[in-house]
C-alpha cells in the first residue's frame, strides 16, 4: 500500500445526514464540572437510584498516583482512589459515568442517531445534576471513535481519505502502521479539534482499518442553570465534528459507508 496523494477532488465534501453503514464505533458526551466542596462518593453512586432500572451494573473508577523521590534514587510509590462509579445498561452499549470532576455519557455501536443519543446523554445529566449541584461546568466535549475498514488491497489511502500522514518520495516503500495526532484550534467558535488517525487490525476478512478519532472541545466556565445554552452549544460541536470527518473522508470512502 502506498500513501500518495494524486489528484483529490477539489469540491467541496459532501453533506449527508445519515449514513446507512455508520463507521461510529463509540460516541461519547462529556461535561467537565467544579464543585465548591468535593462531592462524597455516596452521593455519587444516588446517581444510579435515578436510573438502576436501565443501568443496573455499577463499577467503580480508580484513579492511579505515583511519586518518584529524587533525593532518594530506586525509591517510589503509588497510590490508587476512587474518584467515582461507571453506570451500564444490560448489554453495556451504554455507559455513563458520575465523578466527583465531571459526568460521562458513551454510546457503543451499534449508534443510533445524534438525537437519541443526545437525548439520552441530557436525560443522565440531568440526574447528575440535580444529586451533585455542580457550581460551575468547565469543559464540554463531544468525541466521536470511526473505523473506516478498507480492502487490503487498497493502492493508496487517499482513494479514501483526504488528511493523512505525508511520506517523502524516496522513502515511501509502504505502510504497514502508523499513528497521527492533529490538534487543530477552532476559533470561530472558541473551541479545539484533537484528531487522531491510526492504521488498525480490522474484525473483517481481506480488510485493513484507518481510526478516525474526532474530539472536540470547549474549555470555558459556565453555569450549569443555564441548560438550554449548554446544549444549543452542543449542537454546535456536533456539527463542527460533522464538517471535520467530511472534510477527512473522500467520496470513494462516502460511497463504502452510504
Known amino acids: 500500500m502506498t500513501t500518495s496523494s494524486?489528484?483529490?477532488?477539489?469540491?467541496?465534501?459532501?453533506?449527508?445526514?445519515?449514513?446507512?453503514?455508520?463507521?461510529?464505533?463509540?460516541?461519547?458526551?462529556?461535561?467537565?464540572?467544579?464543585?465548591?466542596?468535593?462531592?462524597?462518593?455516596?452521593?455519587?453512586?444516588?446517581?444510579?437510584?435515578?436510573?438502576?432500572?436501565?443501568?443496573?451494573?455499577?463499577?467503580?473508577?480508580?484513579?492511579?498516583?505515583?511519586?518518584?523521590?529524587?533525593?532518594?534514587?530506586?525509591?517510589?510509590?503509588?497510590?490508587?482512589?476512587?474518584?467515582?462509579?461507571?453506570?451500564?445498561?444490560?448489554?453495556?452499549?451504554?455507559?455513563?459515568?458520575?465523578?466527583?470532576?465531571?459526568?460521562?455519557?458513551n454510546r457503543l455501536a451499534p449508534y443510533k442517531d445524534w438525537d437519541d443519543f443526545q437525548s439520552e446523554a441530557r436525560r443522565l445529566w440531568n440526574h447528575y445534576k440535580e444529586v451533585t449541584q455542580p457550581s460551575a461546568i468547565v469543559r464540554t466535549a463531544v468525541r466521536y471513535i470511526n473505523r473506516l475498514d478498507l480492502p487490503e488491497t487498497v493502492h493508496d489511502f487517499a482513494e479514501y481519505l483526504h488528511t493523512l500522514p505525508e511520506i517523502a518520495h524516496p522513502i515511501d516503500t509502504g505502510l504497514s502502521a502508523f499513528l497521527m495526532r492533529l490538534e487543530l484550534p477552532q476559533k470561530d467558535i472558541g473551541a479545539t479539534v484533537i484528531l487522531t488517525e491510526a492504521l488498525v487490525p480490522s474484525p473483517i476478512p481481506q480488510h485493513v482499518a484507518v481510526l478516525l478519532d474526532i474530539d472536540v472541545y470547549r474549555e470555558a466556565q459556565t453555569d450549569p442553570a443555564t441548560d438550554t445554552d449548554l446544549w444549543e452549544f452542543f449542537e454546535v460541536l456536533r456539527e463542527r465534528k460533522n464538517r471535520i470527518f467530511e472534510a477527512c473522508i473522500t467520496d470513494r470512502m462516502r460511497e463504502a459507508i452510504s
Do not use: M
Open 6 to 105: 494524486e489528484s483529490r477532488s477539489n469540491l467541496e465534501p459532501s453533506t449527508h445526514s445519515h449514513y446507512r453503514h455508520a463507521p461510529i464505533t463509540e460516541a461519547v458526551l462529556d461535561i467537565q464540572t467544579s464543585f465548591i466542596r468535593p462531592v462524597p462518593l455516596e452521593l455519587l453512586a444516588q446517581v444510579q437510584g435515578k436510573v438502576e432500572t436501565q443501568y443496573p451494573q455499577r463499577d467503580t473508577i480508580v484513579q492511579g498516583a505515583f511519586a518518584l523521590a529524587l533525593d532518594s534514587p530506586g525509591s517510589a510509590s503509588g497510590s490508587t482512589s476512587v474518584v467515582g462509579y461507571r453506570f451500564s445498561n444490560r448489554d453495556a452499549t451504554q455507559v455513563f459515568q458520575a465523578r466527583g470532576n465531571g459526568y460521562t455519557f
